[in-house]
């Protein structure tokens, strides 16, 4: 409600409540006047009432009438204000009553709403606090989480690489098995054509010496040219006999390489990639067949 009632207003709504016969209180001439503040209210009607005692004791002044009956009016009259003058004081009291309950009962509120502040701004102050510390926690858990797509990213192109590399090493891992097996094809002509060249120089060397005995036996006369032709021939064989330990030798060499070959292999398959890359650069070339 709006707060400055004009005085001669609230005045005239306490003479109109009192003139209706009822007494004026402060809720009775807010209702009168429509408007006004308790306190406001309450105040003024102080000074009324004040201000109606001496209202009272100004109308002691009565016009020309008998003696007699003038003192009986004079006495009644100042009966009317003495008893007038009570109920303004004890109604000014429960008045005043009343109006220090309400000033206490605005105190009260006006402390109960100065707590709530108190506690509405402390419990804004820690909601601002644990927003900030929310923030500043999301903060770091988008830092971190940054940090661990970094890592995933990481992990992930070491993992395409290790899988390229181990692509990379099962292909050359089967070009050496297909090596190896070239290897080990070539080896096994290789053997197979010295077996059949031994084979032959050995058929050879037998038809020579059985072409020679033979040839003893029917030159047997010539025994001088035979022993010429025995010691040629004793040459051819030894000849013969030489070229096969040389066949031997070179079988065994290919054997030789032939396990190397497999001992390589193995290793390859048991170490890294990039020492498999580096015994494969350095991997002596194949000596060709005798």
């Given at each position: 409600m709006a707060v400055g009632v004009p005085e001669h207003e609230v005045f005239a709504a306490a003479d109109a409540v009192l003139a209706r016969g009822e007494r004026p209180t402060v809720e009775r001439v807010r209702l009168q006047l429509g408007r006004g503040s308790p306190a406001r209210v309450g105040s003024l009607l102080d000074q009324w009432w004040s201000r109606l005692a001496e209202r009272l004791n100004g109308e002691t002044r009565l016009p020309a009438l008998p003696g007699e009956l003038s003192l009986a009016f004079v006495a009644v009259w100042q009966q009317a204000i003495h008893l007038a003058q009570g109920v303004v004081e004890q109604t000014l009291?429960?008045?005043?009553?009343?109006?220090?309950?309400?000033?206490?009962?605005v105190a009260a509120v006006e402390d109960q709403a100065r707590l709530e502040a108190v506690q509405f701004r402390q419990q804004a102050a820690e909601a601002v606090a644990g927003r900030q510390a929310a923030e500043s926690r999301l903060a770091d858990l988008e830092q971190m989480l940054a940090q661990r797509q970094t890592q995933i990213e990481d992990l992930q192109q070491q993992r395409e690489s290790l899988l390229r590399e181990r692509g990379e090493a099962l292909l050359h891992s089967k070009t050496l098995q297909g090596e190896l097996q070239a290897l080990r094809l070539k080896a096994e002509q290789d053997r197979v054509a010295q077996e059949s060249y031994l084979r032959g120089v050995e058929d050879r060397a037998h038809r020579e010496i059985d072409r020679a005995r033979e040839e003893g036996k029917?030159?047997?006369?010539?025994?001088?040219?035979?022993?010429?032709?025995?010691?040629?021939?004793?040459?051819?064989?030894?000849?013969?006999q030489a070229a096969l330990g040389q066949a031997q030798q070179n079988g065994a060499a290919q054997q030789a390489r032939g396990d190397?070959?497999?001992?390589?292999?193995?290793?390859?398959?048991?170490?890294?990639?990039?020492?498999?890359?580096?015994?494969?650069r350095k991997k002596p070339k194949p000596e060709p067949a005798k």
């Open positions: 009291g429960e008045q005043r009553q009343a109006l220090a309950g309400e000033r206490e009962r029917h030159w047997a006369a010539q025994v001088k040219e035979a022993g010429n032709q025995l010691e040629q021939l004793q040459q051819r064989i030894e000849g013969v190397t070959l497999e001992q390589q292999l193995a290793q390859l398959r048991s170490s890294p990639v990039s020492e498999r890359k580096t015994r494969v």
